[in-house]
């Protein structure tokens, strides 16, 4: 699957969460929900998962069969065990 993201949300997210979102190339997803939390312009989704033996939280949207990173982080334990059956 191809992966962009926009290189000053890549800056922004490296300065809030101190992560790249190149990264998401590593991610391992177990699990993605529909994020239906705000009326975003196109449908969002939360997928959780590891890169390297540790819990990630990935924002990103579908554009066709593009997946377009919005935000990654290290995700919280207890968000982790809650999503991730």
């Not at 993201?5 to 300065?15: L, M, Q, S």
């Not at 992560?19 to 959780?48: H, K, M, N, Q």
């Not at 540790?54 to 919280?76: F, N, Q």
């Amino acid at each position: 699957m191809e992966i962009e993201y926009d290189p000053a949300k890549d800056a922004a997210n490296i300065a809030k969460h101190g992560v790249s979102l190149a990264l998401v190339a590593d991610l391992e997803i177990l699990t993605a929900e529909e994020d239906r939390r705000f009326p975003y312009p196109e449908p969002r989704w939360r997928g959780f998962g590891l890169i390297n033996g540790l819990p990630y939280c990935l924002a990103y949207t579908m554009r066709g069969p593009v997946m377009r990173a919005i935000s990654l982080r290290r995700a919280h334990i207890q968000e982790f065990r809650r999503y991730v059956p």
